[in-house]
């Protein structure tokens, strides 16, 4: 009798170690979070992250009229990757000018008791067919950032150059839902130029949104506004070429593109880009189109004997400075024949 009890006496702390481990693998093991898609987000906040530190100002400026809602935008854990989702919405960068962008402020929110997102991704795409984004012009995956309760002010490095134009910027928290919950991006109550728009790419949320549709159009998203609430800093870069002329033409060998500038300054040279339907932006010069003495109008002319037989394909311009920024001056399309 002594011996058995001690034997239970040896075998219960055992037993209590046993069931701990195993109350303990039950909670780390319990289901994860449903993601949501968004929703009526907390009281609009006004007030926008401080003035950018100088040389920097602010480039682009939406960051008011915030409705009381708001849209996922989340690049979540390997487990739930087909919930990433992508808001973005569009800017113009005014006619002779060039942006050099530094940072984007972004006000969003987190789950009662989530964050902080390990890190932000930013994309900047070019105005693709139909006013959405279309090729990818610069991405800053993992983009460092600080703010508060889900609002963000994230660096971009490098900076990111764009001529003038219309481009979209896309912002995404990369956030595990376990432990750290979702980010939202706050929606904005008017909409300046083309509405914002939003895709899940695997249909996590079973919207069929998995392109880039408008947020009002896509028929699943709860109470959508017409934009987002962000704004853009950076710098203004001098422009250092003027375009005069640009285009592409389809030849027996191939198509040739043309253009011509007016005058140009501390410009080292050209890039020629092409894109075929809705694919990504490819170069194709393999050397550098060495940039002409600048004070006098000069022509340039590149024949791309790769273009796809019978394809359209859109081709872009970009300048390489003497410090090396690099910004878009030019887009034309044509077909090629043979």
Known sequence: ????????????????????????QAATSSPRPAPTLGGTAAAARSSAPR???APAVVLYDQYDTQAASDITS??????LDGFDSFAADDFVVPSGQSW?????????????????????NVFFYTNGVGSLPGALAASRPGSSYTGTAGDFVVS???????????????????????PHGQWFWHERAVQSNQGSVWQNPGNGFGTGCMT????????????????????????????????????????????????????TTDVLGFEVWRQRGGGPLRKVNAKLIAAKPSGHASRYSFLDVHAS??????????????SGARYWAGAATARALR
Do not use: K
């Not at 989340?74 to 487990?79: G, I, L, M, T």
């Open 156 to 178: 971009l490095s490098p900076a990111v150059a764009l001529a003038a134009g219309t481009y979209w910027v896309s912002v995404q928290a990369r956030q595990d839902i376990t």
């Open 1 to 24: 009798m002594h011996s058995g009890r001690r034997c239970n006496a040896a075998v219960l702390p055992a037993i209590a170690l046993l069931l701990s481990l195993f109350l303990a």
């Open 212 to 263: 880039w549709v408008r947020q009002t159009a896509c028929a699943a998203l709860v109470d959508p506004n017409p934009d987002q609430v962000f704004r853009l800093n950076g710098t203004v870069i001098p422009t250092a070429v003027r375009i005069t002329a640009f285009g592409a033409s389809s030849t027996a060998r191939g198509v040739r593109v043309r253009w011509t500038s007016a005058s």
């Open 74 to 79: 989340q690049d979540f854990e390997v487990a």
């Open 100 to 120: 050099s962008i530094t940072g984007v402020d972004v006000d969003g929110e987190y789950t009662t008791g989530g964050g902080p997102a390990a890190s932000v």
């Open 309 to 322: 037989p019978g394809n359209l394909h859109r081709y872009r311009l970009q300048v390489v400075t003497l």
């Open 51 to 53: 003035a950018p530190a």
